[in-house]
């Protein structure tokens, strides 16, 4: 045994130092299983120590498995790491990601998950855009190996609607990918290093932090007032020097704001000042139910600096998983590359349906209603809200999308109001979920979109009268209360 | 402008040195957009220099495009950087993985992609899978968001299967990925980071040097006999402690060789000594055509240090992007963090179909005909080899899979030999594209599943007579000839 001195003025005592100094060796295999330990008494004389110091070390030791004495031999090692085996703990305990609180099931008034209602789905013009497809002479190919660019037909396509709409330069190009999760996914690793810092609103979905955090990036918050404020991003451009900027411009998840013009200008501008690229994330720009749209990040981008992503998840089906990425040439080549590393292409029987779903026209006849139905829902959510939270609650006004950010008072957290609101079949993500840098412990998301109007009603009212409820048994306590009508 | 001394000893030119110092501030923006340059008879004056020295160095800035003369007004930056925005390039340079070349198109007798025949695609049993998922009462929830591990009817399927064949143990779970490919991107984004170490075959095949390389991973290649050599991954986990171990023991890609049952155990007991995951790629092992099917080292491993890998990608529909991963629980409980961070979930509707058309028993009658004609293309590959390829030519022997590893004799020089082949309308993959660290090359990778009998057997011929007529030609000029009957 290879032994350093004990620190004799250490608050350790002389018996754990010399227990973790035998320890660390059995783990890292220096000390091999079935290696004999010396006598206590030889230990005791090689060190200057106290043979009772030695023999507690042994008898920490064998508490935790690691040796075992046999009678009359002496003590031998039979530490774990000398039976071999994969130490899945060990190997899975660096790079712990937050997970978001499973949904609430479908007895819950659920404002958890940010998705569209399943009842609005249209099944019939769905099995009728399949049908199209299986009738197809190129159905085998599209059932072959593809591109991991994406299904070539529907890749034009979405290049072809995005140059009409002055998104896509010529120096643009586009590629598919399994929603705009992955598309972010695959810009991170292109662009990113461990400790690389990425701007981001604050608060931000939950999805956007455990990806990046996950590949060890820095996460540097924005403050989100109408969208990520231009000021604070100039101010985080300057601190932080992040590689990327992500930035949801229309009805930010889980805010529901949008950017305004002149915010948007304002944006653009500090990225390029900086040369830091701009994700422009855009799952929910096509469900305004109010105002006025606002042009596109990409669109207003003259110089090349900002990569548009959008989706079909949250305006048709997001159980098939399209989204798409447009951007410089030089970027795009680059996630082609990343995304046949990571899973060769995007599947292509939900890319050949999904296109025939839009090429048709069902798509749009699809997102009027669901338009129509947001409207209704957001109406709903803003009602109740007014109508049943309680006065110093605060709360977004968005004009389109799946989420509404509400503010409590101060002192309640949102986090134990779930909790008692959860006892009356209610549900949301409270703040921390979201949070960067900035703590908001009366915040919470309300996601509406999924649920009908007299369910988002009933369940505001019973979020209201479990506030209220709180409010009496505090003030019964002689506790904290926050003031309300 | 702020410039250092020039070197009158270098042996660059002083206009060249001054043109690189001023092209370097404009570029780095130190010279804005629009500022002014000295006149060059000033600039002289200040650096005591030749004013024709100036002018040359204003003449090369200028046709750069760094700058731009005004008459009578001086010279005035309008250098790119200084208009501010995104260097691409600059953020794109590192990371650069390797590509594979593209695919020969439909005119070539391309053996260059391992995938199946589009030809034999049940197309009336996949549109009937597809009619009866289409009929389904839930429809409506396979096309609403998912859960990362999966569409639940299909793993559990896939998990039910597995106990059956005795592949799953009690600490065992199962995740849905986007084929084989995903999970081998989950599970490296779990256990690896930049610098790690990874045992795999050597040659493999380039996907996987791709998906690791980008990652930056160290690539420690073990040679492969009949599969993985054991001797080899032995030295290889002493010098090089990889983090995991990446092997393909059924019909490995590229060299088609299965690994022996006594290998298998020796593969095992090295990784278990070590203490190092051993991934289980088998994307193949369902496509045997001749011989005994050998246990999967999941199977043989009764300590829980294996991770299988299966698809439906190669035994069914390449396009349906639909694999998963098997292994113990703590694994997969982080694969699926991995996978919801990554991409949210697999695209439902092709999980729902693959389910229906394993369920339906539409998927083992399919796999019948795979593997008769694999059968048929295997022994014409084989028989091609022998009939055509020059003496001295070694080949591997495959029972199944898609590939043939073919060594061409010295100092033939397979990438070569592809320019003179593509004339004559064949293709393949040079062995360059496999190698890890030992260079081979005269190896090429034959993928013969996806070509029909006499397409075989006219592309092997053509190389032949390709390597004959290189052969004489070499003869003529005086050059070194391999040995050949």
């Known amino acids: 045994m290879d032994l350093v001195p004990l620190n004799h003025h250490s608050e350790a005592p002389l018996y754990r130092q010399l227990f973790e100094q035998i320890a660390e060796q059995i783990r890292s295999g220096k000390l091999g299983r079935g290696e004999r330990l010396p006598a206590t008494r030889e230990l005791a004389g090689q060190l200057g120590l106290n043979r009772a110091t030695i023999s507690a070390a042994y008898e920490m030791l064998e508490s935790h498995g690691l040796i075992a004495g046999q009678v009359g031999r002496g003590s031998f090692v039979i530490g774990r790491r000398t039976s071999p085996g994969v130490d899945w703990d060990g190997r899975l305990q660096r790079n712990e990601a937050g997970t978001v609180a499973p949904a609430a099931g479908k007895q819950f008034i659920s404002f958890v998950v940010s998705r569209p209602s399943d009842a609005l789905f249209p099944l019939d013009d769905f099995r009728a855009a399949c049908a199209a497809v299986l009738a197809r002479a190129d159905l085998a190919e599209i059932l072959q190996l593809g591109s991991p660019s994406g299904y070539e037909p529907l890749r034009r396509h979405l290049l072809e609607e995005a140059r009409k709409e002055g998104l896509a330069g010529s120096d643009d190009d586009l590629i598919v990918t399994n929603g705009c999760q992955q598309a972010l996914d695959l810009i991170a690793r292109v662009l990113l290093r461990p400790g690389d810092a990425v701007a981001m609103e604050d608060p931000v979905y939950a999805g956007l932090k455990n990806l990046l955090g996950g590949m060890g990036a820095r996460l540097v918050g924005v403050p989100v007032e109408e969208g990520m404020d231009a000021a604070g991003l100039r101010r985080a451009l300057e601190r932080e020097q992040p590689r990327m900027i992500v930035a949801t411009p229309n009805f930010q ?168 609101v959860q006892k009356r079949g209610v549900s949301y993500l409270p703040g921390r979920y979201f949070e960067v840098s900035r703590r908001e412990p009366g915040a919470l998301r309300l996601s509406f979109a999924g649920l009908e109007v007299d369910r988002i009603r009933q369940g505001v009212r019973i979020i209201g009268q479990v506030l209220r409820e709180l409010r009496e048994e505090a003030a019964e306590k002689g506790e904290p209360v926050p003031a309300m009508v």
């Open 253 to 420: 998840n889980p805010t529901g704001t949008t950017l305004p013009i002149g915010a948007r200008e304002a944006l653009l501008e500090a990225a390029h000042s900086a040369g830091v690229p701009l994700i422009e994330n855009d799952p929910y720009g096509e469900l305004r139910y109010a105002g006025e749209p606002q042009p596109a990040l990409k669109r207003l981008d003259r110089r090349g600096g900002t990569v548009l992503l959008r989706s079909f998840s949250k305006v048709s089906f997001p159980g098939l998983r399209v989204g798409w990425a447009l951007g410089p040439r030089a970027l795009i080549e680059r996630l082609r590359q990343a995304k046949e590393a990571s899973d060769l292409h995007t599947d292509q029987l939900s890319q050949a349906v999904l296109l025939e779903f839009a090429g048709s026209g069902r798509l749009e006849a699809h997102r009027e209603r669901v338009r129509a139905a947001g409207r209704e829902r957001l109406a709903a959510v803003l009602n109740a809200c007014r109508d049943f939270l309680p006065a110093g609650t605060r709360w977004t006004h968005p004009e389109g999308g799946m989420n509404l950010w509400v503010r409590l008072p101060r002192p309640w957290d949102a986090g134990e109001l779930l909790t008692a």
